[in-house]
């Protein structure tokens, strides 16, 4: 093998960028700040959508979310289409083609009928948006090791406003460490990562390997080491928790309400977030068996890591929990990590970047052509430390979660322009209001910041052929119109170099 083609790639699901030490957090996560240490931070990784199954399928298509059509979670699909078409590019499948070695250990969640396995990857089948604690592999990984199996107490929920019991967020897992799914899932990575090193050596045959935990998703089910790490005193609260909604789209209100986080008193917030902390913690020790096992295997010189998540959480801050149609950092801005044998270490990178640049940096860490990934960049002229062409701002997007939603968001250096059709639109000045608490979208002196950013955001939508623009044409100032947008087909010359 000529380079280090070899690629882990490690992804939980629903994380915040700030549970790391390397990104700010007071607590240490020692096995990936290590890897920060070693390789390249990205501060400012967003998800294309910060919801599982459409981030996930934008990784691996290399397409944004419009693009594959494939927009919400089987669970409460909202009359979306739910599996991607036949025929659809994926990387994996130009591994395979390419003589890689695939396979996925974990979550998948791209669809409801197509598994991983019809995608090329080796693994368990592990369906499912958490932990599936009555899988078969998972079963008999228990019994092989006569562990006890699964089971809770202290279970935190609050009350939903039809009165019934809300979401379970939290709650005591009575299984040692070595019974978790966690656990279970590193195993089963090293296991395979195992098998892939021998034929690494003896065929000379580069694989691709990912570890997919559920976690650090709610609900936060820990064992007593974990669920007890984080003394709930020594929690700051997020700043947003003073969030009053003024101003903002309702639909925030209500999706608060429906999280029940009214309904249950601070000091189980503050509990809810030290649970978290302590997820975060287990999931960075179960890294940590991955990263000593390449090791072990002589592979580190030979392999690149990412580390990255599908979407962030709430967990309390805007008095929400999960995520939802709100477009704040909480959610969009993620943890991203890679480390490439040969790359300097240690450095730190602030271009706007996206889950969706993994798709092409895969594609040309294996030596193939990255422009397969069409809405995709690959992040290697980034890794280096040098001087890199890159744009100055991201367009993210959201299309619903329990019902339609749409919505496009613009983030630049200072600013953040969030365009909600059915409501009021947002505008945030994150230097001067990094918590957005107050929405700046009315301000008479923001005028000239709007217009600008409505009219950047209006060129990249049509650039990209995502036909929300379609909607900005007719009520926003967004410049020149080149087509009538009537789409009558009667009245074109009307519209040739004017405006509507």
């Known amino acids: 093998m000529t380079g280090p083609k070899n690629i882990l790639f490690l992804m939980t699901d629903q994380h915040r960028a700030d549970t790391l030490g390397v990104y700010g957090s007071p607590r240490a996560t020692p096995v990936l700040d290590e890897l920060a240490r070693t390789g390249t931070r990205f501060d400012r990784w967003y998800t294309p959508t910060a919801i599982c199954t459409p981030a996930r399928a934008s990784l691996l298509t290399g397409q944004a979310p419009f693009r594959h059509k494939l927009l919400a979670n089987n669970e409460r699909n909202v009359g979306y289409i739910e599996d991607l078409p036949d025929g659809q590019f994926t990387f994996s499948a130009a591994l395979r083609q390419a003589g890689y070695n695939c396979g996925l250990i974990g979550k998948w969640h791209v669809g409801t009928e197509k598994t991983a396995r019809d995608f090329g990857f080796d693994g368990p089948e592990l369906p499912g948006w958490h932990n599936p604690v009555d899988n078969p592999d998972y079963l008999a990984y228990l019994a092989e090791r006569d562990l006890p199996p699964y089971e809770i107490s202290d279970r935190i929920r609050g009350t939903l406003p039809n009165g019934g019991p809300g979401n379970l ?129 002589g592979l580190v010189e030979d392999t690149s890591v990412f580390f990255t998540c599908d979407h962030g959480e709430f967990t309390g801050a805007h008095r929400l929990h999960d995520k939802g149609p709100a477009m704040y950092e909480d959610i969009y801005r993620t943890p991203g990590l890679l480390r490439v044998p040969g790359e300097p270490g240690g450095v730190v990178r602030t271009e706007f970047v996206s889950l969706l640049d993994c798709t092409a940096t895969i594609l040309e860490l294996a030596g193939l052509d990255p422009k397969s990934a069409v809405d995709s960049r690959s992040l290697l002229p980034l890794v280096g430390g040098g001087e890199a062409r890159w744009e100055e701002d991201l367009v993210c997007e959201f299309h619903g979660h329990h019902f339609p939603y749409a919505q496009r968001m613009l983030r630049t250096d200072r600013y953040k322009l969030v365009v909600n059709p059915d409501s009021v639109n947002e505008l945030y000045d994150l230097q001067l ?56 087909g009667l009245d074109e010359a009307t519209y040739q170099g004017s405006n509507p």
Not at 271 to 291: E, N, P
């Open 169 to 297: 967020l939290a709650a005591r897992l009575h299984q040692p460490v070595e019974a978790t799914f966690e656990h279970y899932l590193a195993t089963r990575t090293i296991e395979l990562l195992e098998r892939y090193a021998e034929a690494a050596r003896d065929r000379d045959q580069p694989f691709f390997l990912a570890l997919h935990f559920f976690g650090p998703h709610l609900p936060y089910i820990l064992p007593d080491e974990y669920f007890d790490l984080v003394d709930p005193a020594d929690v700051e609260l997020p700043r947003s928790v003073a969030e009053t909604f003024h101003g903002k789209p309702p639909v925030q209100k209500n999706y608060s309400a429906h999280w029940t986080f009214d309904t249950m008193p601070i000091e189980t917030t503050r509990k809810l977030i030290a649970v978290y902390h302590g997820y975060v913690a287990l999931i960075d020790r179960q890294i940590g068996r991955v990263l000593d096992a390449l090791q072990r295997l």
């Open 433 to 488: 209001d990094p918590d957005e608490l107050l929405n700046v979208y009315e301000h008479p002196e923001m005028a000239e910041i709007r217009t600008r950013m409505m009219h950047r955001l209006y060129q990249l939508l049509q650039e990209r052929g995502d036909k929300f623009y379609h909607w900005m044409t007719s009520m926003y100032d967004v410049g020149e119109t080149r087509y009538d947008p009537t789409l009558s």
